[in-house]
């Protein structure tokens, strides 16, 4: 081997990476940062979907954990309360009534601008009754409901197929500078009849 071969074989681990290593590197390190960031936010909102406290603990520990999670975590003060005496629901009245408070509570989370929040379910003999309301600037449903196109506009309609599927009511009140009121009432024998 002669001598400038020799001197090569021995700078072969130090040559320099090719222009722009770095910067691949770096774009590289984004991408997999944003897929990780992307990937826990689609386990988060499955999750949120349906919960394994909704199976395990039922609708009112659901709830209470679905408005902690989202109002309190945004700042919006909670008042969460039960009425009458609490039981477990059929599995999908359960569902549908988490799903429907599920909207609620991200409409106020998105679109309120409400500084405090009151919900409450109330179980009677034959029906569950649930209020949502907030202190936040209001909205006017009619144009909401009608407008297809607007993301609110189809969440509202979904709750109010939700709850009629179910054999029950919605009523949702609303006016610019005083709030929002959202009255689900379901007959239980008719929503066990139901499914």
């Known amino acids: 081997m002669t001598a400038g071969a020799l001197a090569l074989a021995g ?21 997999q940062d944003l897929s990780i960031s992307i990937l826990d936010e689609i386990n988060k909102l499955i999750y949120e979907l349906r919960p394994s406290l909704l199976d ?19 700042g919006i003060k909670v008042d969460f309360k ?24 991200t409409n106020i989370t998105r679109h309120a601008g409400a500084k405090n929040t009151s919900i409450s379910l109330q179980f009677k003999r034959s029906l569950i009754r649930v209020s949502i309301k907030d202190d936040g600037k209001g909205f006017d449903v009619e144009e909401a409901i009608t407008s297809r196109d607007r993301p609110r506009g189809l969440g509202l309609l979904g709750m109010k197929e939700r709850v009629e599927l179910a054999k029950g009511t919605l009523s949702i009140r609303s006016r610019a500078g005083y709030g929002t009121q959202i009255s689900i009432e379901i007959p239980l024998k008719q929503a066990v009849d139901n499914w």
């Open 56 to 74: 395990d603990l039922g609708l009112v520990a659901a709830a209470r954990w679905l408005a902690g999670n989202n109002l309190e975590t945004a």
């Open 11 to 31: 700078r072969h681990h130090f040559i320099a990476p090719p222009a722009g290593t770095e910067k691949v590197r770096m774009r590289i390190k984004k991408s």
């Open 82 to 105: 039960t009425v009458g005496k609490e039981k477990r629901l059929p599995s999908q009245l359960e569902t549908t009534l988490f799903r429907v408070i599920q909207e609620a509570v």
